[in-house]
């Protein structure tokens, strides 16, 4: 078994879901921040069969869009932080996915 990292854009997070649902795939969805934007985004983790990886992927990957996205950090690209903060443009998405090993997998 493995697990499944995948931190989408909020604005697919439904669909993406509702796919896993359509595909019993079994997730659980957390709100989550950006580092970097201190945006919300949201991420899923599914334990999955490895087997089943690859459907898992191709879904995240249809269901998941990059965007471009104007927002005011508050850490400079510079590695300042705060003082003149700026607007900047930059591409979010589709999703950041990890794959990780899973030693053991148990339901009480
Ligand atoms: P954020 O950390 O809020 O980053 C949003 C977007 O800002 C990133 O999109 C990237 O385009 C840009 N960005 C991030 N850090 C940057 C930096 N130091 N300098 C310039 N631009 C930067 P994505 O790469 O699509 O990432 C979307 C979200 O996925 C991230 O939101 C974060 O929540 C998560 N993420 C991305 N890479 C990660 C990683 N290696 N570990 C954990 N979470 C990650």
Known sequence: MKMIIAIVQDKDAN???NEFIDANIHA?????TG???KAGNTTFLIGIEE???DEAMTIIKETSHARQQFMNPSLNLDGSEHGSS???EVQV???TVFVLPVDQ???F
């Open 15 to 17: 669909r993406l879901s």
């Open 28 to 32: 659980t969805r957390l709100s989550t």
């Open 35 to 37: 580092g970097f934007l």
């Open 51 to 53: 087997k089943r990886i």
């Open 86 to 88: 700026y607007p900047v």
């Open 93 to 95: 998405g589709g999703a």
């Open 105 to 107: 997998f148990m339901q």
